[in-house]
């Protein structure tokens, strides 16, 4: 079962902030986050892989609730270049063979000057 | 960085042909993947493919799918007699851990 991503779409001014959320019905072990840009690949930007665990790359940090089986990814003072779809995934299955991923349906995030 | 290359970048089929979609892992890189996304929608996961056999399949990899490594460093993705709804982009992926590195993708069409 995918995970589901909150909101669907946000747009936000350059150097505002934002969270998007990512929630599993099932017990969920890890949690990975990537983006895509536009007609791009999806690129890695971290992963979760302890109850409470929370990591960061620059201005963007997550924070992983195993309880509330919950992810959310936190954008700091959002540049430009934050724009794209974010997209959080699961490994089906455990916590094992985490290539097989299972992906939210996306958060659409656009930053505007 | 390296990364995984994919060929061609776009294949335009008609319903019912066969396509190959070509990549090239990461070197070191012992886990391969391919996954697709429809236009619009989140990224699916195809197969899994580890130590020369399909360690993972999805319920879209059905007998009309196959995946190949022919040569230790090519992995391929076969589609057989091609549907309309086969039509998407297709990224390969490649791991040596966690962390998967994607290619720039094989956009589909089928018409």
């Known amino acids: 079962q995918q995970p589901v991503q909150s909101p669907q779409a946000v747009i936000l001014r350059e150097g505002e902030d934002a969270v998007i959320n990512c929630s599993s019905s099932?017990?969920?072990?890890?949690v990975h986050w990537y983006r895509q840009k536009h007609g791009e690949a999806p690129v890695f930007l971290m992963i979760?892989?302890?109850?409470?665990e929370q990591k960061g790359h620059d201005k963007i940090s997550a924070s992983f609730n195993e309880k509330k089986q919950q992810s959310s990814l936190y954008l700091t003072a959002s540049q430009l270049s934050y724009s794209g779809t974010y997209f959080c995934?699961?490994?089906?299955?455990?916590?094992?063979?985490?290539?097989?991923?299972?992906f939210g349906q996306g958060t659409t995030l656009q930053v505007k000057p | 960085e390296p990364e995984v290359t994919q060929t061609p970048s776009h294949q335009v089929t008609q319903m019912g042909q066969e396509v190959i979609l070509r990549c090239v892992p990461i070197?070191?890189?012992?886990?391969f993947y391919w996954y697709r996304q429809i236009l619009g929608q989140k990224v699916e996961f195809l197969v899994s493919?580890?130590?020369?056999?399909?360690?993972?399949k999805s319920e879209i990899f059905d007998d009309q799918f196959s995946v190949e490594r022919p040569d230790g460093s090519n992995f391929t993705l076969k589609i057989r007699s091609t549907k309309l709804e086969d039509s998407a982009m297709y990224f390969c992926?490649?791991?040596?851990?966690?962390?998967?590195?994607f290619g720039s993708g094989t956009q589909l069409s089928v018409l």
């Open positions: 995934g699961t490994p089906e299955g455990g916590s094992g063979n985490t290539g097989k991923l299972i």
């Open positions: 979760l892989l302890k109850g409470g």
């Open positions: 992926a490649s791991s040596g851990s966690e962390k998967l590195f």
């Open positions: 493919f580890y130590n020369n056999e399909i360690s993972e």
């Open positions: 070197s070191n890189h012992l886990y």
């Open positions: 099932k017990a969920l072990y890890s």
